[in-house]
């Protein structure tokens, strides 16, 4: 069965700081694709990455990096020099692309980036 | 583009009554799906359509029906509410289902409150 575990339940860090949000998922398939989306305040969801099960390279935008290892199951998503803004609801996903691509999402990580 | 849309943006029903929650799209996605969020539980799959004509359930699909008459829209139904239907609905969109590295784009929300 396919399952995505977000262990951290809830992050606080200082601002500045730099924040790692991991994510763990389980999956019986060799190609599936991998999501992070953000959850802000306001309560809409927002696209951040994707990325597919072929493809290791650790991928950095801005402040924003992201690491993925098949070896170990993992997709973590690294801020660094946190701001209050990045403060949100974090979920990671997962696609079954052999089960008509639906999206499984983990519980996600509360993160508050204190001033 | 108007991307997805979701009316009404909040809700409150007594416990027996029905409504149909609205999903509109405008980009010619054929895949639309809903999903509920509840604190502490991530997004939950309730049912899911491939194109119009075709719908298939998810991880909770008690209490809900959907139709897909059109591309562009994507009713889900509360036949007789339960308080346990108290929740934050999302509907999203993407591309074709076996082009799951599409984005998935999320409406606004409606939240649901059910007494």
């Known amino acids: 069965a396919q399952k995505v575990t977000q262990a951290q339940t809830e992050i606080s860090v200082v601002e500045k700081e730099d924040v790692t949000l991991d994510c763990v998922y389980e999956t019986r398939d060799t190609t599936y694709y991998l999501f992070w989306y953000k959850q802000p305040p306001s309560g809409e969801l927002v696209f951040l990455i994707r990325?597919?099960?072929?493809?290791?390279q650790n991928e950095i935008s801005g402040r924003y990096s992201w690491n993925f290892q098949k070896s170990t199951s993992s997709f973590n998503f690294t801020i660094t020099a946190s701001q209050v803004v990045d403060s949100a609801v974090y979920f990671c996903a997962l696609t079954d692309m052999n089960r008509d691509d639906k999206i499984i999402f983990g519980k996600g990580t509360r993160l508050h980036i204190l001033p | 583009n108007a991307g997805v849309t979701q009316t009404p943006k909040f809700q409150v029903l007594k416990t027996g009554q029905s409504m149909t929650l609205q999903c509109a799209q405008d980009?010619?996605?054929?895949?639309m799906s809903w999903y509920r969020q509840d604190p502490g539980m991530g997004l939950r799959l309730i049912h899911y359509s491939v194109g119009a004509g075709i719908t298939d359930q998810g991880e909770v699909p008690n209490g809900y029906n959907v139709s897909r008459s059109t591309t562009e829209d994507f009713p889900l139904r509360l036949l007789s509410a339960a308080p346990s239907q108290t929740s934050v609905y999302f509907c999203a969109s993407r591309f074709a289902p076996d082009r799951g590295a599409d984005t998935q784009y999320f409406g606004p929300g409606t939240r649901l409150t059910v007494l």
């Open positions: 990325r597919n099960s072929f493809d290791e």
């Open positions: 980009m010619n996605h054929e895949y």
